[in-house]
């Protein structure tokens, strides 16, 4: 071992035998590290059974005794006393939770989480970014700083996945994290985490599949560009290609230049006017229903009758039973999500990590399937 090293784990040993415990994220700022730098160390001390590691906490060792023991009498294993009895409680834990908004389709997904902690007595602060750029990792480290345990994160990646060149902090931070509503590809070393989803390609097949059983055959995805278009085109593909349907007209390809809401609302209303008119399309799934409640009568002014011309189901199920002529929509189960991912995390708090003497639980990835409301 190098001497720095050797110095550096000795100072951390110290402070652990004088204080109790600490927590990781504080000792990072307090030694002037980075956070991977001082995962290492704590990772070859608590190997070495000098420290006991929970995640986001350090402390002195306390161990219990197990039934068994080994040669001479000695203790077969030790067993961390919150390791030997998990439990589901979370009470005293704070988990932050980093969402683009509260309003609109993260209002169910926020109250989920909230619900969730505090079923388990623990208490949860939230962080807003508005898709500001930078503003998840400014709001995470600003959650990390008032005491978080553990995030619920939601990083501004436009396509719902980072590049690769953007994401990598959310896997170097030094608690538990669970991705809600968002994935990194494999080998993306946000890969690793846990996460929860709604499986928007899922939800997009569903709604072509039932359109081709009411007799549709050319069907079209009308989605502006949100986190959800990939997911939901990717699922739309699969489907029109496994039951053997139609292609429709192909989406436009992006101007240069970002476009505004009313210039991207008009190149919608212009694809689903010319794909009917001169496309052959019969139905088409529109993601959101905003986008749809708005379009709808546009369309009828410029001659394409909704249902007769072209049928409708709409993506995510916020408003569209409350249209003037209710709408079949696809609901992502946003409250489960955020419930869910908010379990996963509390859970994944009580577990110990690996050096502890207890295997550590796999990560989960969870893709929760939307459900389909068929209205009259």
């Not at 929970?54 to 219990?64: D, L, Y």
């Not at 007595?121 to 005491?147: I, N």
């Not at 390609?201 to 986190?227: K, N």
């Not at 690996?354 to 639980?361: K, P």
Request: proline share 8%.
């Amino acid at each position: 071992m190098r001497p720095h090293v050797d110095q550096r784990q000795a100072h951390v040993l110290a402070l652990v035998r004088e204080r109790g415990s600490v927590r990781v994220a504080e000792l990072a700022q307090e030694l002037g590290v980075s956070p991977v730098t001082l995962r290492r160390d704590i990772e070859a001390m608590a190997a070495r059974g000098e420290i006991q590691r929970m995640h986001g906490v350090i402390s002195r060792v306390s161990a219990e005794r197990t039934p068994g023991r080994g040669p001479g009498g000695a203790p077969s294993a030790t067993v961390p006393a919150a390791a030997a009895a998990p439990g589901k409680s979370g009470e005293g834990l704070v988990i932050g939770m980093v969402v683009p908004t509260t309003e609109y389709y993260y209002a169910d997904v926020v109250r989920g989480a909230r619900e969730a902690v505090e079923a388990r007595g623990a208490r949860l602060r939230v962080g807003l970014t508005r898709y500001l750029p930078g503003e998840d990792r400014t709001q995470a480290d600003r959650l990390l700083s008032t005491g978080a345990h553990g995030l619920l994160l939601t990083p501004n990646w436009e396509a719902g996945s980072p590049g690769p060149d953007e994401g990598a902090w959310t896997a170097e931070l030094p608690v538990p994290t669970v991705l809600v509503e968002r994935w990194a590809p494999p080998g993306h070393p946000a890969a690793a985490l846990d996460r929860v989803s709604s499986d928007h390609a899922h939800g997009a097949a569903r709604a072509v599949q039932h359109l081709r059983d009411a007799g549709h055959r050319r069907i079209a995805l009308a989605s502006r560009t949100t986190p959800t278009t990939a997911r939901l085109r990717a699922g739309y593909e699969a489907a029109v290609a496994a039951l053997g349907l139609e292609p429709a007209p192909q989406w436009p390809q992006a101007d240069p230049g970002p476009l505004s809401e009313a210039e991207s609302f008009a190149r919608t209303l212009d694809y689903l006017c010319d794909a009917v008119t001169a496309g052959g399309v019969t139905a088409a799934l529109i993601h959101s229903d905003t986008d749809a409640i708005m379009l709808i009568p546009r369309l009828q002014a410029r001659g394409v009758r909704v249902p007769e011309d072209l049928a409708v189901i709409t993506y995510d199920d916020e408003v569209a039973g409350m249209a003037d002529v209710p709408l079949s929509a696809v609901a992502p189960a946003k409250h489960e999500v955020g419930a869910r991912a908010a379990e996963l995390l509390l859970d994944r708090l009580r577990t110990p990590s690996s050096g502890t003497g207890v295997q550590e639980v796999p990560r989960q990835h969870l893709d929760l399937l939307p459900l389909l409301t068929i209205r009259p």
